[in-house]
């Protein structure tokens, strides 16, 4: 096998490895694309169509002349009187053309799977990455959402204290009232009891005083009686 043809088999086998690490479950899209967006690689995919094809024309012009040998040395006749030797050499270059034919045919045929399954695993991780944003809003959202209803229920709690402050608070008030109320009318019946015992003292002072009138004119009247 010439330089040439070895160098094509061995991007052929490259091709095969770089097909089944993207076919096996060896890694995740995610990782996958990762990959395809580092610097290096994004540098290349700048020019990715331009080395594609590159690659193809180059495949194709092997391809292309691995099939003018194999029908330059199929169309053959052979003779009797052609030596065994020359027979052998032509059969070996015949199978030498389709060997080539089969790897340059393979090698078109898999740089179309690969650029296929790039875009295939870069659309695939895409969705990934969009629902995964999607799944954080929508987490985002219910935690709003949760955060707002517990917002409400600590309002109609607050709410709710404050209705039942309110109405101790006009209990308290009413009590006080009631007390408010109690203490005037002691203070009234106080001062009533106070008004009767400053009249009964008046009253007192007012009888004293006419006993002792009393008492005088009975003394005066009895001396009266005592000089007739």
């Given at each position: ?31 996958w694309n990762r990959l395809f967006k580092s610097k290096f690689l994004s540098m ?38 052609v030596h065994l030797n020359v027979e052998m050499q032509h059969s070996m270059k ?135």
């Amino acid at each position: 096998m010439s330089l040439v043809w070895t160098l094509i088999a061995g991007f052929l086998y490259a091709e095969i490895a770089l097909v089944l690490l993207l076919v096996l479950p060896v890694a995740s899209p995610y990782k996958w694309n990762r990959l395809f967006k580092s610097k290096f690689l994004s540098m290349l995919g700048q020019q990715a169509h331009l080395y594609f094809f590159l690659i193809m024309g180059l495949l194709v012009i092997f391809l292309l002349e691995a099939i003018r040998e194999m029908r330059k040395y199929s169309n053959y006749e052979q003779s009797g009187e052609v030596h065994l030797n020359v027979e052998m050499q032509h059969s070996m270059k015949l199978f030498r053309a389709q060997r080539n034919f089969y790897i340059s045919g393979f090698a078109i045929f898999l740089v179309l799977v690969i650029r296929r399954l790039v875009s295939l695993v870069s659309a695939q991780a895409n969705l990934l990455a969009q629902s995964e944003a999607s799944m954080k809003q929508a987490q985002s959202a219910t935690a709003a959402a949760r955060s707002l209803m517990e917002d409400k229920k600590t309002e109609k709690a607050k709410e709710a204290g404050e209705d039942t402050t309110l109405i101790e608070l006009n209990k308290l008030r009413e009590r006080v009232q009631e007390l408010t109320g109690d203490l005037n009318r002691e203070k009234k019946d106080k001062e009533a009891v106070k008004s009767q015992a400053e009249s009964l003292n008046r009253e007192y002072d007012r009888l004293t005083e006419e006993f002792s009138k009393l008492q005088k004119k009975i003394t005066i009247g009895g001396a009266g009686n005592k000089d007739d």
